[in-house]
C-alpha cells in the first residue's frame, strides 16, 4: 500500500465515483479500480460495498477513509514544510561567534540575515576560537567564526585579516612612534586576553621569536576592559587594526608592529565533510556577496 493508492481511494469517495476520482488524479478509471482492489487485496478487507453504481464506505473502509485522509495531509504537510525550508521561509542557523571583531564584522551581517530570512532562526554562541572549534567538531554548531589557521578537519571561507596593533596610552614613552618591534617590549607588562583567545599565542609566539616571554600582569575577554586597563596605564594591550580604529579614544594610541606572523586572520569555519543546512549556505553566500568574505579557502 503506498500513498497514491491511498490517494485514489479518498478521491473516489470524495467525488461520488471511479470515473469522477479519475478525473481528479488524472488517471484512467480501471487505475483507480485496480488501486481499490490491490488495498483490499493487501488488507484482506472490503472497503467498499457497491450497490449498483453507488458505492458506500464498509466498517473497514471508514476506517481506512479517515487513516488515509490524515495520512495524505501529513504528506502534504511534509511537502510544504519542505518548500518553506527550501525557500528559507524557516530554518535553523546554529552560529558560533567570538567576542573579538564580531560587533563590527557581523552585527551588520546578522541585521540583514534577519531581513531577508525572517523565518529562520539563529542560534547564536559566543566564545573564543579554540571553543567554537570543539563545538563545530562535536556537531553543536554548523558554522562559526574562528581565527586560522585551523586544521585540516575544517573547511573555510576567508572573511578578514587584519594587522595586530599595540596599543599604548597616550603618555607612554612609545605612543609617539608609527611603528614598534617586538623586541623593544621585553619589559613592558603585557595585558592579554582570556584564556582559550587565538590571540594569545599569536601575540606569544612572536614574542618567542624576538627573543623573550612575555610577563603577563592580567587577562580579560572584555576588549572595553583591556582598553580601561591600558588607559590607566596598568600595561599594554594588542589589538587588530580596525578595531583598535574603531575603539579609539584619546586615552590611547595603537601602534603598528613590524615583526612578522602578527596577524588576525579570521574566517567561516564548518567541519569538512559535513552537512551544511541551508540556512548555513544562506549565510556564507551572503557573506561572500557582501564582501564579508571574498574568497573561499581549503586548508
Known amino acids: 500500500m503506498d500513498l497514491r493508492t491511498l ?11 471511479f470515473s ?6 488524472f488517471a484512467t478509471q480501471s487505475t ?3 488501486a481499490v482492489r490491490q488495498i483490499e487485496e493487501e488488507l484482506g478487507l472490503l472497503l467498499l460495498d457497491r450497490i449498483g453504481h453507488r458505492n458506500r464506505l464498509t466498517e473497514a473502509g471508514e476506517i481506512v477513509f479517515r487513516r488515509a485522509v490524515t495520512m495524505l495531509a501529513e504528506r502534504d504537510d511534509l511537502v510544504h514544510e519542505l518548500d518553506e525550508l ?9 552560529l558560533g561567534l567570538p567576542p573579538v571583531g ?3 564584522l557581523f552585527a551588520p551581517l546578522f541585521a540583514q540575515f534577519r531581513n531577508q530570512y525572517p523565518g529562520v532562526e ?5 566564545q573564543g576560537s579554540k571553543r567554537l572549534e570543539d563545538l563545530l567538531l562535536t556537531g553543536e554548531l554548523d558554522l562559526a567564526a574562528c581565527l586560522l589557521p585551523v586544521g585540516p578537519e575544517f573547511a573555510w571561507q576567508d572573511v578578514r585579516r587584519e594587522p595586530i596593533d599595540l596599543i599604548v596610552p597616550t603618555d607612554h614613552p612609545l605612543s609617539g612612534r608609527d611603528t614598534v618591534a617586538l623586541s623593544e617590549l621585553v619589559d613592558q607588562p603585557f595585558i592579554l586576553f582570556g584564556e582559550g583567545f587565538v590571540l594569545n ?3 606569544q609566539n ?8 612575555p610577563r603577563v600582569i592580567s587577562r580579560s575577554s572584555q576588549i572595553d576592559f583591556i582598553i580601561e586597563l591600558v588607559s590607566c596605564g596598568l600595561g599594554i594591550g594588542f589589538l587588530p587594526r580596525m578595531i583598535a580604529k574603531k575603539c579609539l579614544t584619546e586615552r590611547y594610541r595603537h601602534i603598528a608592529i613590524t615583526d612578522q606572523g602578527m596577524d588576525w586572520n579570521i574566517a567561516l569555519v564548518w567541519r569538512r565533510g559535513s552537512y551544511l543546512s541551508l540556512s548555513a549556505k544562506a549565510w556564507l553566500e551572503l557573506a561572500r556577496m557582501e564582501g564579508v568574505g571574498e574568497t573561499w579557502g581549503q586548508p
Open 7 to 17: 490517494r485514489a481511494f479518498v478521491e473516489v469517495i470524495r467525488q461520488g465515483g
Open 20 to 25: 469522477q476520482a479519475a478525473k481528479t488524479v
Open 32 to 34: 483507480i479500480s485496480k
Open 86 to 94: 527550501r525557500g528559507l521561509k524557516r530554518g535553523l542557523l546554529r
Open 102 to 104: 564580531s560587533s563590527i
Open 122 to 126: 539563529i542560534n547564536l554562541v559566543e
Open 201 to 203: 599565542p599569536i601575540i
Open 206 to 213: 612572536a614574542c618567542q621569536r624576538s627573543g623573550f616571554q
